[in-house]
């Protein structure tokens, strides 16, 4: 059983760095908006859609894996009620 905790531990604490990864992108993010045909809006525009990219990578992993930290933590929770529930008789 505490295997089973640690490993949901360590989904949560992923799950949380994850957060923090995708905070910083968005602190990292220009935010304005460039449309001037210049070679340097040019750039910042590229690097703008490769940022936008990353966040939506970043999103659906953070999407993904907090489905898999909640379903797991129910099944840990289940197999502990379950176990209680058969020693107890």
Do not use: C, P
């Not at 905790?5 to 799950?15: E, Q, W």
């Not at 949380?16 to 968005?26: P, Q, T």
């Not at 703008?48 to 970043?58: G, N």
């Not at 930290?69 to 176990?83: E, F, Q, R, S």
């Amino acid at each position: 059983m505490i295997v089973h905790l640690v490993v949901l531990g360590v989904l949560t604490l992923a799950v949380g760095v994850m957060f923090m990864y995708r905070r910083w992108i968005e602190d990292h993010d220009d935010h304005n908006i460039h449309l001037h045909n210049t070679a340097t809006d040019s750039q910042i525009i590229h690097m703008q859609e490769d940022m936008a990219k990353r966040l939506e990578m970043v999103e659906k992993a953070i999407r993904y894996l907090t489905i898999v930290v909640v379903v797991y933590g129910l099944a840990v929770a289940g197999y502990a009620i379950y176990t209680e529930w058969i020693t107890s008789q």
